[in-house]
Nanobody
Framework: VQLVESGGGSVQAGGSLRLSCAAS????????MGWFRQAPGKEREGVAA???????SYADSVKGRFTISKDSAKNILYLQMNSLKSEDTGMYYC????????????????????WGQGTQVTVS
């Protein structure tokens, strides 16, 4: 199983970025898929998740600004990030975890089954 993120970069506050995560070795329907982020000196935190039926959940800090989506045919996960703020700065990770964690609190990092390598987002 491999998750490969892309799309990170540096933007000014108020700008937008779209992250992508390409999966290989399994299908998205097998897991709940999500995005986590980690700022320097802080713990990794859940940002958004999407279940196999398309239902989504978001951290309060990104609601109304971020949108998670997926292309099941291509096994690609997306995170559209609008109205970016400096506090959104961090390493963003694609993650796959058990369905029981979808729709509720994000799982602790230790219970995520698969991680991507991360992509850096810097908002200034």
């Amino acid at each position: 199983v491999q998750l490969v993120e892309s799309g990170g970069g540096s933007v000014q506050a108020g700008g937008s970025l779209r992250l992508s995560c390409a999966a290989s070795g399994y299908t998205y329907s097998s897991y709940c898929m999500g995005w986590f982020r980690q700022a320097p000196g802080k713990e990794r935190e859940g940002v958004a998740a999407i279940d196999s039926d398309g239902s989504t959940s978001y951290a309060d800090s990104v609601k109304g600004r971020f949108t998670i989506s997926k292309d099941s045919a291509k096994n690609i996960l997306y995170l559209q990030m609008n109205s970016l703020k400096s506090e959104d700065t961090g390493m963003y990770y694609c993650a796959a975890f058990r369905h029981v964690w979808c729709g509720g609190p994000f799982p602790p990092a230790s219970l995520v089954d698969y991680w991507g390598q991360g992509t850096q987002v810097t908002v200034s």
